[in-house]
């Protein structure tokens, strides 16, 4: 977890990624606070929950969507997912999967599983393009040094 200091000196703990972004503790939350403790536009929580990659949000008395700290957490892990680049369409496909219940852990495996093996194709990838580039480094600094010299 990080701490700030707020300007009157007092150390505020910013929260982790499955912490509660209001520090009263309740487990309800509304789009304004989800969207800065995750850094999501509310606009993107709301396309998350039209295309189902959210689950169901429940909804206060007056019709404000009301977050819960599991929906805090699945927000943390489609994060994650949209890091290894897995595709939108599959992100989604996996929420249904979840919301179908236990008995889709093999299809749900499957779709993690192929997400790892692109992930690891691409870390290849990125290895070889850095060789690259450090040559390329390598050579300009060399070709610098001796252009330095008297």
């Known amino acids: 977890m990080e701490t700030r200091t707020e300007a009157s000196g ?19 939350y509304t789009i304004s606070e989800v969207a ?4 999501l536009s509310a606009y993107t929580l709301r396309w998350y929950e039209r ?4 689950p169901h949000i429940d909804r206060s008395h007056t019709g404000q969507r009301r977050y819960r700290n599991r929906d805090l ?5 489609v994060g994650k997912l949209r890091l290894t680049g897995m595709p939108v369409a599959d992100m989604v496909r996996y929420a249904e999967l979840v919301r179908e219940g236990e008995h889709t852990f093999p299809d749900r495996q499957e779709l993690l599983e192929q997400t790892r093996r692109d992930v690891r194709a691409r ?3 990125l290895q070889d393009t850095l ?3 450090d040559y390329k480094i390598d050579n300009y ?10």
């Not at 910013?14 to 309740?26: K, L, M, T, Y």
């Not at 800065?36 to 850094?39: C, P, V």
């Open 141 to 150: 600094a060399c070709a610098r040094q001796a252009s330095e010299r008297p």
């Open 51 to 54: 295309i189902g990659l959210m």
């Open 131 to 133: 060789a690259v580039l």
């Open 73 to 77: 957490n699945w927000l943390a892990f």
């Open 36 to 39: 800065a403790h995750t850094g």
């Open 123 to 125: 870390i290849t990838e």
């Open 10 to 28: 007092t150390a505020v703990r910013a929260p982790g990624p499955a912490a509660p972004p209001s520090p009263d503790g309740q487990d309800h």
